[in-house]
């Protein structure tokens, strides 16, 4: 007798669980209001679709996601990454070219200063003695040189 009973309320628990009904009316202020027991009639009867979750496709689209995610902060990391060697490589250029344009004014100042330029010769110890023609090439190399590196500095 208890069984029968007992089977008797698990199944009216389990048909009125499922069977539930949906009712879509009007309140007083005229907002739409769903219910299962509806207040005013007229109530319009909605059907509404249900089914349980799949749980492995759940977990499937959850780790697709987190894939993604993954590769984009990846992606982001690397942009980060070259931008940061781009970065660096654009100071070590500047400070490279910082320090070519000291070297040019130097030597530029140099060859405008000296009384008599010359050139190694072939032998150690020996030095060619430049005319006044070799002269002026020679500061005007020294000078472009030094408008080169030393540009928008």
């Known amino acids: 007798m208890h069984r029968i009973l ?32 509806p207040e005013s009639l007229p109530a319009q009867k909605v059907n509404v679709a ?21 590769a984009s902060e990846q992606a ?30 130097a030597r530029y100042e140099q060859v405008m200063t000296a009384q008599r330029l010359y050139e190694p010769g072939d032998k150690e110890g020996e030095r060619r003695y430049l005319d006044s023609r070799e002269i002026d090439e020679a500061r005007a190399s020294t000078k472009k040189a030094m408008d080169e590196f030393c540009a928008g500095q």
Not at 50 to 70: G, I
Not at 77 to 102: F, G, S
Request: proline share 0%; hydrophobic share 40%.
């Open 6 to 37: 007992l089977l008797i309320a698990s199944l009216a628990v389990a048909v009125t669980a499922q069977a539930s009904e949906v009712f879509k009316t009007k309140d007083a202020r005229g907002n739409t209001v769903y219910t299962d027991r």
């Open 76 to 105: 982001k990391a690397d942009a980060a990454k070259q931008a940061a060697a781009a970065q660096q490589a654009n100071e070590l250029t500047a400070a490279d070219r910082a320090k070519r344009c000291i070297e040019a004014r």
């Open 50 to 70: 249900t089914r349980s979750t799949d749980k492995v496709e759940v977990q499937r689209q959850y780790d697709e996601k987190m894939q993604a995610n993954a």
